[in-house]
């Protein structure tokens, strides 16, 4: 087979995090259309999401381990030379993976209305699940194929993917909620328009593997393989199968684990609130948590997942060869990079929660107290994405189950505990207990990830670079950031004032970067655009 062309280490997270900003982009267009939809608001987000975190949680079982599994065995493969070995590792995942998201679907279809009035205790959430379901076969054949891509060590593949299922499934959403409206009016009908956004993530989904089983057919087609060429013994399929359910099992329960998260609060915080509110005010209550509030979080977390996808090939690989300085490198800058995208997320959203609920959602902007709570595990859970794909890519899977599965816990009984309080009577009762508890939760899996990680790889960790500079450079941000925004908010239109001071205040940030001097100029030769203006590469 002629040679895979690879992407550099930092190409591939380029790649990666382009798309994600085009993905979040999409999909927060299509949630700021939802919530400021007339009939569906936080109400419609409670419909949505309960539904979709059953989904995902199933989805999870069904793929979510595979990718990483996947190009984990492809890339220590290719490292070797074994190309038909990586060939046969791709077949069978194929095989097995279509198998179980088909039972995955099935499961899921049937068993929608038991879950919609028994676990979720929302009934409109049925519709939502039914249609839902067939996502579930889509999305396992998508893994196997991103999951092989990957292994060759290039991302284009699935950043391509990605940004074609998420801008499908906002143009979908648009029209299919829109034709749902037009045709039977806005009253009554937010579970049919829930329904409705949800099937365009079933459409989108198809498309996407649609488009990757093109690529395959394409490379499969322009790299003939010569078996006779492969010296390498074939392994039995027994075994790369067990190959395979060892590593992906792993990465399987840790990410079941991050979807049990997000279904805690949503078969616990409505059944709480309710014993303060009505279930009317708890669902709206829950849709303003799972809704707005967990998509602004959630935005800056795509981005760095880019560190934690590219480490687990290029740490698997660098591993084969026996390469610890590469992958002690590898981490540490990964870390450096991750501390500042997420400190100074964590800070902004933190300064600008109010303006940013207020122009994005002008029909149901409340939640300001909760967001900021919310927006301070940012930073964790960032951190605890590089840390858990450094350990993936190390042969240490287990370690982030570990660590997660402590932090849900506590997570849980917190939930349980807080959340039945009225927020009137405690600060963090209601679904501010519920945002405190996921800050915790992601503390306690963060603090034992990197801590085991530490004790397996040397990393360069100096406090002053990796956490006093970056926090001086964020907190300067934000205190100059809304500054700005405080005087401009009383001259111009919000809208304008909050993009101008966001703006400003990045500028901000990355001018005390450099004059901080965070990067030593080895790093600085590893970011993309300074290589490319000095013409050097050490990456």
């Given at each position: 087979m002629?040679?895979?062309?690879?992407q550099?280490?930092?190409?591939?997270?380029?790649?990666?995090?382009?798309?994600?900003?085009?993905?979040?982009?999409?999909?927060?267009?299509y949630?700021?259309?939802?919530?400021?939809?007339?009939?569906?608001?936080?109400?419609?987000n409670?419909?949505?999401?309960?539904?979709?975190?059953?989904?995902a949680?199933?989805?999870?079982i069904a793929?979510?381990?595979?990718?990483?599994?996947?190009?984990?065995l492809?890339?220590?493969?290719?490292?070797?030379?074994?190309?038909?070995g990586?060939?046969?590792?791709f077949?069978?995942?194929?095989?097995?993976?279509?198998?179980?998201?088909?039972?995955?679907?099935?499961?899921?279809?049937?068993?929608?209305?038991?879950?919609?009035?028994?676990?979720?205790?929302?009934?409109?959430?049925?519709?939502?699940?039914?249609?839902?379901?067939?996502?579930?076969?889509?999305?396992?054949?998508?893994?196997?194929?991103?999951?092989?891509?990957?292994?060759?060590?290039?991302?284009?593949?699935m950043?391509?993917?990605?940004?074609?299922e998420?801008?499908?499934?906002?143009?979908?959403?648009?029209?299919i909620v829109?034709?749902?409206?037009?045709?039977?009016?806005?009253?009554?009908?937010?579970?049919?328009?829930?329904?409705?956004?949800?099937?365009?993530?079933?459409?989108?989904?198809?498309?996407?593997?649609v488009?990757?089983?093109?690529?395959?057919?394409?490379?499969?087609?322009?790299?003939?393989?010569?078996?006779?060429?492969?010296?390498?013994?074939?392994?039995?399929?027994?075994?790369?199968?067990?190959?395979?359910?060892?590593?992906?099992?792993?990465?399987?329960?840790s990410?079941?684990?991050?979807?049990?998260?997000?279904?805690i609060?949503?078969?616990?915080?409505?059944?709480?609130?309710?014993?303060?509110?009505?279930?009317?005010?708890a669902?709206?209550?829950?849709?303003?948590?799972?809704?707005?509030?967990?998509?602004?979080v959630?935005?800056?977390?795509?981005f760095?997942?880019?560190?934690?996808?590219?480490l687990?090939?290029?740490?698997?690989?660098?591993?084969?060869?026996?390469?610890?300085?590469?992958?002690?490198?590898?981490?540490?800058?990964?870390?450096?990079?991750?501390?500042?995208?997420?400190?100074?997320?964590?800070?902004?959203?933190?300064?600008?929660?109010?303006?940013?609920?207020e122009?994005?959602?002008?029909?149901a902007?409340?939640?300001?107290?909760?967001?900021?709570?919310?927006?301070?595990?940012?930073?964790?859970?960032?951190?605890?994405?590089t840390?858990?794909?450094?350990?993936?890519?190390?042969g240490?899977?287990?370690?982030?189950?570990m660590?997660?599965?402590?932090?849900?816990?506590v997570?849980?009984?917190?939930?349980?505990?807080l959340?039945k309080?009225?927020?009137?009577?405690?600060?963090?009762?209601?679904?501010?207990?519920?945002?405190?508890?996921?800050?915790i939760?992601?503390?306690i899996?963060?603090?034992?990830?990197f801590?085991?990680?530490?004790?397996?790889?040397?990393?360069?960790f100096?406090?002053?670079?990796?956490?006093?500079?970056?926090?001086?450079?964020?907190?300067?941000?934000?205190?100059?950031?809304?500054?700005?925004?405080?005087?401009l908010?009383?001259?111009?239109?919000?809208?304008?004032?909050?993009?101008?001071?966001?703006?400003?205040?990045?500028?901000?940030?990355?001018?005390?970067?450099?004059?901080?001097?965070?990067?030593?100029?080895?790093e600085?030769?590893?970011?993309?655009f300074?290589?490319?203006?000095?013409?050097?590469?050490?990456?």
């Open positions: 002629t040679r895979e062309k690879k550099s280490f930092m190409q591939g997270i380029m790649t990666l995090m382009f798309s994600q900003v085009l993905i979040k982009i999409s999909g927060l267009v949630k700021l259309y939802l919530t400021n939809k007339n009939g569906f608001g936080d109400a419609g409670a419909i949505y999401n309960s539904g979709f975190q059953i989904y949680l199933l989805l999870t793929s979510i381990g595979v990718p990483n599994a996947v190009a984990k492809i890339s220590e493969k290719l490292s070797i030379g074994d190309n038909r990586a060939q046969k590792v077949k069978v995942s194929f095989a097995v993976f279509s198998l179980v998201g088909f039972v995955g679907s099935v499961i899921l279809f049937l068993a929608s209305e038991f879950l919609a009035n028994e676990w979720l205790q929302i009934p409109e959430a049925k519709l939502t699940l039914m249609i839902l379901a067939p996502s579930i076969f889509f999305v396992s054949l998508i893994s196997v194929f991103r999951g092989y891509f990957n292994g060759y060590e290039n991302m284009r593949p950043a391509q993917s990605q940004i074609i998420q801008l499908t499934k906002t143009i979908c959403t648009v029209i829109e034709y749902i409206c037009l045709s039977m009016g806005y009253q009554g009908i937010t579970g049919i328009m829930a329904a409705g956004a949800n099937l365009a993530t079933t459409i989108a989904t198809f498309i996407s593997c488009y990757l089983f093109f690529l395959y057919s394409e490379k499969m087609k322009n790299n003939k393989v010569h078996v006779a060429d492969c010296y390498y013994k074939s392994e039995r399929v027994i075994k790369i199968l067990k190959k395979i359910i060892i590593i992906a099992m792993p990465l399987t329960i990410a079941i684990l991050g979807s049990l998260n997000k279904n609060d949503s078969f616990t915080v409505v059944r709480a609130l309710k014993t303060f509110m009505t279930e009317e005010q669902k709206i209550q829950y849709g303003m948590l799972s809704g707005k509030i967990d998509t602004l959630t935005f800056p977390l795509s760095n997942m880019a560190f934690a996808t590219a687990v090939p290029a740490i698997s690989a660098a591993k084969a060869r026996g390469d610890k300085e590469r992958i002690e490198k590898r981490i540490s800058f990964s870390l450096l990079v991750t501390i500042l995208i997420g400190l100074p997320c964590t800070i902004g959203m933190m300064t600008f929660a109010k303006p940013i609920l122009v994005l959602f002008p029909n902007s409340s939640g300001e107290y909760i967001y900021r709570i919310s927006s301070a595990s940012i930073i964790f859970i960032t951190i605890e994405q840390v858990n794909g450094a350990l993936q890519g190390l240490k899977a287990s370690v982030p189950v660590a997660l599965s402590s932090g849900i816990f997570k849980l009984l917190l939930n349980l505990t959340v309080i009225n927020p009137n009577i405690f600060m963090f009762g209601g679904v501010a207990g519920a945002a405190l508890a996921t800050v939760c992601h503390i899996s963060m603090t034992i990830s801590t085991i990680l530490k004790k397996t790889v040397k990393i360069k100096n406090i002053l670079k990796f956490i006093i500079k970056p926090i001086i450079a964020s907190i300067l941000m934000g205190i100059l950031g809304l500054y700005i925004y405080n005087q908010r009383s001259i111009i239109m919000q809208i304008i004032a909050i993009i101008l001071s966001i703006i400003v205040a990045v500028a901000i940030y990355v001018i005390a970067l450099f004059v901080l001097k965070i990067f030593d100029k080895e600085l030769y590893m970011l993309p300074y290589s490319k203006l000095t013409k050097k590469h050490n990456f």
